[in-house]
């Protein structure tokens, strides 16, 4: 069974940090593409970040570049989120996501075929 697992999510004060982390068991995803998205309350789910199959290409939304960086350790089959600098509207629910067909990144939610179950970020202003 395939599984995405994500951790590292909490409450932060705004202008803070923190890292989310997503471990990929059950197959490799190495060589494909990762991302991740959020979803606010009332909001629809929203591309936060992506980074192709072997790292070396990374895209933002604009509302996070500058800010965040994705980035990924194929050999521990895990993708991150350093998430700086945050902002009261960062606050949602965060889901790491996996293309397994494809090697370059995708900003499109239904390209990625699995998903993780979410974490939620808090952040107070």
């Known amino acids: 069974q395939v599984q995405l697992v994500e951790s590292g999510g909490g409450l932060v004060q705004a202008g803070g940090s923190l890292r989310l982390s997503c471990v990929a068991s059950?197959?490799?995803?190495?060589?494909?593409?990762m991302g991740w998205f959020r979803q606010a309350p009332g909001k629809e789910r929203e591309f936060v970040a992506t980074i192709t199959g072997g790292g070396g290409s990374t895209y933002y939304a604009d509302s996070v570049k500058g800010r965040f960086t994705i980035s990924r350790d194929n050999a521990k089959n895990t993708e991150y989120l350093q998430m700086n600098s945050l902002r009261s509207e960062d606050t949602a629910v965060y889901f790491c996501a996996a293309n397994s067909r494809t090697t370059w990144y995708s900003t499109a939610e239904n390209e990625y075929d699995y998903w993780g179950q979410g974490t939620q970020v808090t952040v107070s202003s």
């Open positions: 059950g197959r490799t995803f190495n060589g494909k593409a």
